[in-house]
């Protein structure tokens, strides 16, 4: 079983950097792909990134390709995404997600 834990959310302004961590303990194999997703206010949970655990490949939706990037650590089995150029519309929890299991999520704000 898997366990997932959110941190580094916070309140930002526009144009801002903020980077988040996901600290993946429990069962984990080579190729698992580890993904955050986001819920924004009233809106449904969507795919922000992901990344092959120990393989290093990624995808990102498009509103945010290009200003968030995500990597993990594997000697501390910690997956992190990296947001840059942050925009009001990227307020939302953020949760990461592996292995049918959900992190409890970490409140992002960006202020305009």
């Known amino acids: 079983q898997v366990q997932l834990v959110e941190s580094g959310g916070g309140l930002v302004q526009r144009g801002d950097s903020l980077s988040l961590s996901c600290a993946v303990s429990?069962?984990?194999?080579?190729?698992?792909?580890v993904a955050w997703f986001r819920q924004a206010p009233g809106k449904d949970r969507e795919y922000v990134a992901a990344i092959r655990w120990s393989g290093g490949q990624t995808d990102f939706a498009d509103s945010v390709k290009g200003r968030f990037t995500i990597s993990e650590d594997s000697a501390k089995s910690t997956v992190y995404l990296q947001m840059s150029r942050l925009k009001p519309e990227d307020t939302a929890v953020y949760y990461c997600?592996?292995?049918?299991?959900w992190g409890q999520g970490t409140q992002v704000t960006v202020s305009s």
């Open positions: 429990g069962r984990t194999y080579n190729n698992d792909v």
């Open positions: 997600y592996a292995a049918a299991t």
